[in-house]
């Protein structure tokens, strides 16, 4: 099992967050993992992006080459666009169609979906409206997890067992919450 993936979306949208659950499940596994971040983490607004590599082998670099990545995960669909010249011909993006317009000259959206639909295997969902939906608002970029779990190639019961361990100190309700949200993000890709 090897899987490249790269999470990239705005500071404050929980890349992170997504970046640890991942993480955890994959070393319960005993898995190797290697993660860089490589863009803005602390700055709420910014571009971020992170490499996380996942392997039952050993993993030289913690960098992902343009056109070797399996996944994008995006929490905001432009900063997908920005990341496709690394993404596999077969590969998959997985993104949020909800844009963070914090940019004034920020392309029009349909465009951006235009240009993400060619793209072979690609889910575009709007997990914010998804989050709202189910009554957790804040757990939006969980719902875009559980919308990429069939591509990351991690078993789901595993993801929900991070998401527990992961969230564990912030009490019973957050895990719920998350626990909720990972579902509604696998449900709504089911039905694509």
Request: with cysteine.
């Amino acid at each position: 099992m090897k899987v490249d993936i790269i999470l990239c979306g705005v500071g404050g949208q929980g890349i992170l967050s997504i970046a640890t659950i991942i993480g955890e499940a994959a070393l319960n596994e005993n898995l190797y993992i290697k993660q860089a971040e490589v863009h803005g983490m602390s700055q709420r607004g910014g571009d971020v992006q992170s490499n996380l590599r996942i392997s039952d082998s050993p993993i030289a670099s913690d960098l992902i080459a343009q056109g070797a990545a399996d996944v994008i995960i995006s929490m905001e669909p432009m900063e997908a666009l920005r990341y496709l010249p690394y993404l596999k011909e077969d590969g998959w993006v997985i993104t949020s169609t909800a844009p963070l317009v914090n940019i004034p000259n920020y392309p029009d959206i349909e465009a951006i979906k235009t240009e993400l639909s060619q793209v072979r295997h690609t889910v575009m969902i709007d997990i914010e409206q998804l989050a709202k939906n189910n009554h957790t608002p804040r757990s939006a970029n969980v719902v875009l997890l559980g919308a990429a779990q069939h591509a990351i190639g991690l078993d789901y019961d595993k993801l929900e067992a991070a998401i527990r361990r992961v969230f564990a100190r912030k009490g019973e309700a957050i895990v719920e919450a998350n626990i909720s949200a990972l579902a509604v993000g696998r449900n709504a890709t089911t039905a694509h």
